[in-house]
């Protein structure tokens, strides 16, 4: 038996996913989209129920990718429920969609949800009347303290049922629906001919494919009719009744209070006033920054050194026991994946998760996407694009996937360059401290950022300017500032852990293991020599570093200890000078992206566009790092 | 654009051809009050440019673009007529040389306020049918003052009148958000630097980019 959970953004949906389902949940792309839906199992009573957790839609209409991923699931899945959860605090609006369900001829149980916050603020539902009107079970919940889940799962299994509940269009609709149902054939349609005529009136794609011609053509005619008699679309007036008739059941099961206004929040209103909002964005982002390289490096520390002490000896043994050079430095080269993983995965990238699922379930992060639209714009960007932004200073990799929540691929690609180019992912920003930043002083660190924030928005505006335009205006509703639930921030911060470790650990293994073999035979010390005069001429730079620039494609994270092994000492400084130093930052935060996220670009982008990327950046690190080498010469 | 001496032609064509048929070229002449060959020269100039077709021997019909230009003009004449006869209380042929003059020169911002004054009459004062406007928008909406949510104020509240979109998908997404005639509508903010206006609208909060704001018309509250 299979459930599906369907429901406006931000209402609370995939809380009662996860609530119902635990932990063994599969997260795919409809085929052919970017768009995400979760899968997972619910018991009940000894069987067990697929749940189907569609992509979050204010109508069926089939508008937006995220409506055509959820109508198309319901149409070839076909669940036995639709769960259509509904935030009762805003029961108006979200009884819309739960119209469309019933009118598409689902079994639908109406959670509603967030009821702990309805009378929070003083108010009531008469669940038993919205009941009776709706004809459907609705069960009140709290997803978040997983209350009237058990419920909800019961009703969902045993006492669904076809609701005979209707929306009552005006005269003429009513007269245009009754014709064409009377043109259609029930057997050829999945669902009541009610709905299969209402979408012809509304012009749906996919029903006027299937529907034939008479049908057709006589539902464009009634749209031209209706047109010119009444001087309005037709989806204008069945939206029109719909709401109309949400808005009667809204007061009469809530009473006149149904809509009213909330008092707005104090910090809330504070985060979208750029006076206000842009030094809370920038203490934000300071925060999360220190928090990574901060907590984040006491965490590598510690966890580095318990893997060194409880791995490194066996390992060796096991070393000692190969016999081969080569085999040796595959050996080595597990041996560092994990270490790195240990390193970089659950001190930055769990850290920087968990921050980051905070932020989005508060209800922060579309502010600030609604703060900087405007200024984005400029860039050939919209404000969404601060989410991949943000999510490329932990890692470049889940950065380029999270641009899949841009409109087009114009924007992706513009948004997807400028986090390999100009955001500094943990890894780079490890080199610029422990290099700029250590020796020459945090000044000359924040001049690094300084430039790659100028290169950000120069390559933007250049892009933007280039590439041909494909306007989509931000649309978004601003969920109200709320606590977050750590069950779902757990939850969500695991299913991006496991993505990117499923796409970035073979792509490290594989490295690591071709750069120790490459070591073992001394390839990489050979190419020392030859590059030395080039490195000197351009860069400034003794020849050692070409190591670490191919330390940065593999492994980015390794560049910096590389260079000390190579130099013989941890204190660079006896190697480098402060203005070398700089170079060799800069170099490394605009260099090519690492193997993982060239792979990711790869699959997203094709490989014309990324080896352009590629190339560009290779050739924009080395013209700044020439041009620094020239400016700090003299 | 079109010369007034092109709209006059087109005009009379109209009157001529509206309840079907051909326009003459010697009735042309006559309307015009010129000789029969200057309206053959014409004639042919304005088949060239695609507003008629034009057949010898036969007359004249308007192609759908000299139609629409057609339409307007007569429009704007009968609302003319209209507005003298019952305004200005001038009758005779004086009425129809005046509105022949003025039809050329008023706006479409001017005729639509005409309209409005003239409380959406149908017939001209000699009975003929004012052809409708077309911009597709109900009278009843018509008749009310209208600004889009773009040009209300911080803290402005306004009920939405009608939707002014093209684009049928954006239509429906502006529709779902629950944005429907009717439905009453606060500006919270705008956002400067172009941002996005932020409103609520049924207890919820939405941001909109401008351009989508673009396509709500309001009424103010």
């Known amino acids: ?634 | 654009m079109v010369t007034e001496i092109a709209e006059q032609y087109l005009k009379v064509i109209y009157n001529l051809t509206e309840d079907g048929g051909v326009a003459k070229t010697s009735d042309v002449a006559k309307a015009m009050s010129v000789a029969p060959a200057s309206v053959t020269e014409m004639m042919h100039k304005l088949s060239r440019q695609g507003y008629v077709r034009h057949e010898r021997y036969r007359g004249a019909t308007l192609s759908p673009k000299g139609l629409k230009i057609a339409r307007q003009v007569t429009r704007k004449h009968r609302l003319l007529e209209r507005f003298l006869n019952d305004l200005c209380g001038i009758r005779g042929k004086s009425r129809h040389d005046q509105a022949c003059r003025m039809e050329h020169v008023l706006t479409d911002e001017a005729e639509r306020q005409l309209c409005r004054m003239l409380n959406r009459p149908s017939e001209c004062p000699h009975g003929k049918q004012i052809p409708k406007c077309e911009r597709g928008i109900a009278c009843e909406k018509c008749t009310k003052e209208t600004v889009s949510l773009v040009d209300l104020g911080e803290g402005d509240v306004g009920t939405v009148s009608h939707l002014a979109s093209k684009d049928k998908e954006e239509l429906c997404r502006i529709l779902a958000m629950g944005f429907v005639p009717g439905s009453e509508v606060k500006v919270e903010k705008k956002v400067p630097m172009g941002g996005p206006i932020i409103v609520s609208l049924k207890g919820t909060k939405i941001a909109l980019a401008r351009e989508i704001g673009r396509a709500l018309h309001m009424v103010r509250a």
């Not at chain 1, 702990?116 to 919205?130: H, K, P, Q």
């Not at chain 1, 000044?443 to 933007?460: P, Q, R, S, T």
Request: hydrophobic share 50%; net charge neutral; aromatic share 8%.
């Open chain 1, 1 to 634: 038996m299979e459930i599906a959970l369907a429901g406006n953004p931000n209402v609370g949906k995939s809380a009662i996913f996860s609530r119902l389902t635990g932990v063994g949940v599969i997260s795919s792309n409809y085929p052919g989209t970017t768009v995400e839906f979760f899968e997972g199992k619910a018991k009940f009573m000894g069987s067990t129920i697929t749940v189907i957790d569609l992509p979050g839609t204010y109508s069926l209409a089939g508008n937006t990718d995220d409506e055509r991923v959820a109508t198309n699931l319901l149409f070839e899945r076909r669940p036995d429920t639709v769960v259509a959860v509904l935030d009762t605090t805003r029961l108006e609006r979200n009884l819309v969609l739960l119209f469309e369900l019933i009118e598409s001829g689902y079994h639908v149980v109406a959670s509603l949800n967030m009821y702990d916050e309805m009378r929070r603020s003083g108010r009531d539902v008469d669940v038993a009347r919205l009941e009776r009107i709706l004809m459907v079970p609705a069960i009140p919940t709290v997803a978040t303290k997983g209350e009237g889940i058990d419920s909800l799962l019961f009703t969902s299994v045993q006492l669904r049922g076809r609701s005979k509940f209707k929306v009552r269009y005006d005269s003429h609709i009513e007269e245009m629906v009754r014709k064409l149902s009377a043109m259609l054939k029930q057997e050829d349609w999945p669902m009541p001919l009610r709905a299969v005529s209402l979408r012809l009136l509304t012009g749906d794609r996919r029903v006027l494919e299937k529907a034939d011609g008479a049908a057709v053509r006589a539902s464009e005619r009634m749209r031209e009719e209706f047109l010119k008699e009444h001087g309005e679309d037709i989806v204008v007036h069945i939206e029109r009744d719909r709401f109309g008739e949400a808005g009667r059941i809204a007061t009469e099961v809530v009473g006149e209070a149904a809509d009213r206004e909330r008092k707005e929040g104090f910090i809330s209103d504070l985060t979208l006033r750029p006076a206000t909002g842009i030094p809370i964005l920038i203490a934000v982002l300071a925060a999360v920054f220190l928090v990574l390289v901060f907590a984040g490096g006491a965490l590598e520390g510690v966890l580095v050194g318990a893997y060194t002490d409880a791995a490194r000896a066996p390992f060796d043994d096991f070393k000692a026991g190969l016999s081969s050079d080569l085999a040796r430095g595959a050996a080595e080269g597990v041996y560092l994946s994990v270490e790195a993983m240990l390193a970089l995965v659950i001190p930055y990238i769990v850290v920087f998760y968990i921050m980051l699922a905070v932020l989005e379930d508060t209800g922060y992060l579309v502010r600030v996407v609604s703060l900087l639209d405007g200024v984005m714009h400029r860039l050939g960007l919209h404000g969404r694009a601060v989410i991949p932004m943000v999510v490329g200073f932990g890692c470049n990799v889940p950065a380029i996937l999270a641009t899949r929540a841009m409109g087009s691929r114009r924007e992706r690609l513009i948004l997807a360059t400028l986090i390999t180019i100009a955001v500094p992912c943990s890894a780079q920003t490890a080199i610029i401290i422990g290099t700029v930043g250590n020796y020459a002083g945090a000044v000359w660190a924040l001049a690094i950022y300084i430039i790659l924030g100028a290169i950000l928005v120069i390559l933007g505006f250049a892009m933007h300017r280039t590439i041909k335009f494909e306007p989509t205006g931000l649309f978004v509703e601003i969920p109200d500032l709320r606590v977050p639930s750590p069950h779902e921030i757990l939850r969500k911060t695991y299913l991006r852990v496991k993505e990117f470790l499923t796409i970035a650990f073979p792509l490290l293994l594989v490295g690591s293991i071709a750069l120790e073999m490459l070591m073992a035979e001394g390839i990489l010390q050979q190419l020392i020599g030859p590059s030395e005069g080039f490195m000197m001429a351009v860069l400034g730079l003794p020849g050692v570093v070409v190591v670490a620039l191919i330390f940065g494609i593999l492994r980015k994270e390794m560049a910096l200890q590389m260079l000390m092994v190579l130099f013989g000492t941890s204190n660079l400084a006896l190697h480098l000078s402060p203005e070398q130093m700089f170079t060799f930052a800069l170099v490394m935060a605009v260099f090519m992206p690492c193997l993982a996220a060239f792979a990711v670009m790869l699959k997203e982008f094709g490989v014309r566009s990324t080896a352009v990327v590629t190339a560009g950046s290779i050739g924009l690190a080395m013209a700044l790092g020439a041009l620094s080498n020239l400016l700090l010469g003299l």
